[in-house]
């Protein structure tokens, strides 16, 4: 695995957590502690629920940690186990089941209608009143979570698509396809929103 | 190049400068320069997204996960374990058995797996066919008899004679 005296640190970490040593998952989670808080945060989005979320998955990796083989850097593996983790999380909170525009109810594409026409005297597109930043949370919102979970890899955690392709367990040209595709998505949903006005 | 193939360079170029090629055809495409803009002002937002600093940990957070470790996971008995891994491989060991088993019952006799032994031990089928034929089932058993100087069932003086 690795060959650095932190890795083979972590190896003996790794090994008695496996044999149900608790007090030796400890230094595990202060190492990788801020990267799984990373994504949670970008892909749930709400700062109240970052911190139990994240120590779910904590829990969840304990309990799983004798399935861990070896075959991937624990922080893959742990990614993995985090990126699943808020998989379920986001398929089954009600608050983050938003659609896509164009797969909203007719109540719900007609409040959103209404915020893009929302009063302005400038005549500023509804990219320039809501900015970039707000506009892409809320296009990221609306993404299905499949889409939105390797959107938040590539974009926002900047990871390689060599890196995402360990995490969520797929092929290389896979991940390209999907990021496509998802990308793809989520300009025609701003499209839509542009042409709701 | 086909527009949803500039459209595909354009996600490789993310946040370069894209060549010649590429600015020509947004020059003159309406549809692509659309893709472009909207894909330049996507970037610009999860930029801003990235930016945002993550929220850190509460003080003592580790201490935490494995506090609450010792709730929901059980320390975990030497003993238990060693019944389970135990009882694990014994299970591995009846479903191995009743593989072997099944495939036993299910390779048809003629199959190479069995063996040409399995061929000698079984009658002729000629003879087969005869005992399982309610008329010829006598003649085909008589026919089954060793011949009459062979026979040791007879005692001595019973057997034919000539």
Known sequence: MQSSPQGAQELEWVLRSQKGDREA???LVERHERRVRSLVFHLVRRHDEVEDITQEIFIKAFKNIRSYNFQS???TWLMRIAANHCYDYLRHESKARVRYFWQ?????SRALEQTAESPREDGASIEERMSARDLVEKLLARAPAQDRI???LKELEDRSVEEIAAILNLRVNTVKVRLHRARKRMLEDLDRLRQAR | MRCREIQEALDEFNGIKAPVFLREHLDRCRSCRSYAESRRLVRAGFKALAEEPVPEASVGFAARVVRSLEETVGRVDPAWEFLERAGRRAVYASLVLAMTVL?????????PLRG???LELSPAPQLQAAESDPI???DASLNSQPPPGNRK???PGQGPKN
């Not at chain 1, 909203?104 to 719900?108: D, I, K, L, V, Y």
């Open chain 1, 25 to 27: 998952f400890g230094p």
């Open chain 1, 73 to 75: 850097s624990f922080g």
């Open chain 1, 104 to 108: 909203m109810t007719e109540e719900g």
């Open chain 1, 150 to 152: 390797i959107l938040v």
């Open chain 2, 103 to 111: 495939l036993g019952l299910l390779v048809p006799s003629w199959s």
């Open chain 2, 116 to 118: 040409s032994s399995t």
């Open chain 2, 136 to 138: 010829f089932a006598d």
């Open chain 2, 153 to 155: 069932d007879l005692a």
